[in-house]
């Protein structure tokens, strides 16, 4: 089991830039994938972004490509995302997650410990 806790997160004007953290508790977190996902109000949960178990692949969704950037610190326990560019539309609680089987997985039920959420509000 992996214990999550994030932080960072806010409000910002769009075009604007905001960086979330997650720190994993766990013996060997390189031995996890992360995602990270997005929920608006009154919407399902939504994939943002994932990294592989080394950080040597990453993923993204369309909508986020070029605007996002997901990484990791497998030495400090540590993934982040860090969003430049903000739309009105990004405006959702993100979550990060572990996956001990799954790189890259799109869906929520892939992974198994959830961080406890973020608001990110972009004012137009």
């Known amino acids: 089991q992996v214990q999550l806790v994030q932080s960072g997160g806010g409000l910002v004007q769009a075009g604007g830039s905001l960086r979330l953290s997650c720190a994993a508790t766990?013996?060997?977190?390189?031995?996890?994938?992360v995602g990270w996902f997005r929920q608006a109000p009154g919407k399902e949960r939504e994939f943002v972004a994932a990294?592989?178990?080394?950080?040597?692949?990453?993923y993204y969704e369309d909508s986020v490509k070029g605007r996002f950037t997901i990484s990791r610190d497998n030495i400090n326990n540590m993934a982040y995302l860090q969003m430049h560019s903000l739309k009105f539309e990004d405006t959702a609680v993100y979550f990060c997650?572990?996956?001990?089987?799954?790189?890259?997985?799109?869906?929520?039920?892939?992974?198994?410990?959830w961080g406890q959420g973020t608001q990110v509000t972009v004012s137009s």
């Open positions: 997650a572990t996956s001990r089987y799954y790189s890259g997985s799109h869906d929520s039920n892939d992974y198994a410990d």
């Open positions: 766990v013996r060997t977190f390189s031995d996890y994938a």
């Open positions: 990294i592989s178990w080394g950080g040597g692949t990453t």
